[in-house]
């Protein structure tokens, strides 16, 4: 059976990588629902018809589309988590997507509506939740568990065995420790090494370099 078509939500920065990801995997994408684009009046959005805000995709019955969540998920900004709750209570089914470029290893089980973008890296036995993005070149190396609504921006390395709670964000070129463990809602900065367990509701940014010591030093 062929796959359904999809209409994408959203037409910003995000947007433009889930379409070129639909636009790989030959999906056929119907338009895309986005009230800034539909209240400049625009109404083709790079080469899609812009069908409207998201009450447009009520004239399709959830079981003839797949929804593709355009919106990214920063610290703060609750609206892809808002879409994928709101249009899943509805009975639509967002589209899991995996680059041809991402390498996921045996064992690996994939959510609803799970981003997958160029080059990432998913080894043995993670578990992956619904709604989540592992953007650009991230790694979950072995027997890791992302939960619902997680994004991991580019770059970002999870070690062995880490668990991450729903809703965490894990900022550009993060480096976790194997078997660290994050509650839910947790924000770690760009570029952070993380090496303790954080707990829920915590953020964890910066990274203080320690002293310059001749090398051989003890
Ligand atoms: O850093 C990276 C690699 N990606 C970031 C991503 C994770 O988050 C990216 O650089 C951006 O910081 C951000 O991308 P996003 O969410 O696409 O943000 P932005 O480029 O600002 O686009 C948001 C789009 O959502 C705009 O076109 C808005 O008009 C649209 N929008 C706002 N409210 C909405 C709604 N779209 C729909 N469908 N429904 C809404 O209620």
Not at 142 to 158: L, N, T
Request: hydrophobic share 40%; glycine share 16%; charged share 15%.
């Amino acid at each position: 059976m062929s796959p359904l078509p999809v209409i994408l939500l959203g037409g910003g920065g995000h947007a433009k990588v889930v379409l070129d990801l639909l636009r790989v995997l030959k999906r056929n994408v119907l338009g895309v629902c986005d009230p800034g684009l539909a209240d400049q009046g625009i109404q083709l959005w790079r080469g899609l018809s812009v069908l409207g805000d998201d009450h447009a995709v009520e004239r399709y019955a959830p079981a003839d589309i797949e929804l593709a969540n355009g919106t990214g998920s920063l610290p703060g900004n609750t609206l892809r988590y808002r879409l994928h709750t709101q249009f899943t209570r509805q009975g639509y089914r967002f589209a899991t997507l995996v680059h041809p470029s991402a390498i996921l290893g045996s064992g690996v089980k994939l959510g609803q509506g799970v981003q997958i973008m160029a080059g990432v890296i998913v080894q043995a036995d993670s578990r992956i939740g619904d709604n989540v993005i592992l953007n650009t070149r991230a790694c979950i190396d072995h027997d890791g568990v992302i939960g619902d609504h997680v994004h991991v921006a580019p770059g970002a390395v999870m070690s062995g065995d880490v668990t991450l709670g729903d809703g965490c964000h894990i900022g550009a070129g993060a480096n976790l420790l194997q078997g660290i463990r994050l509650g839910s809602e947790v924000v770690i900065g760009i570029g952070t090494t993380v090496l303790t367990n954080v707990a829920a509701g915590h953020q964890q940014t910066g990274q203080p370099p320690r002293a310059p010591r001749r090398i051989n030093e003890e």
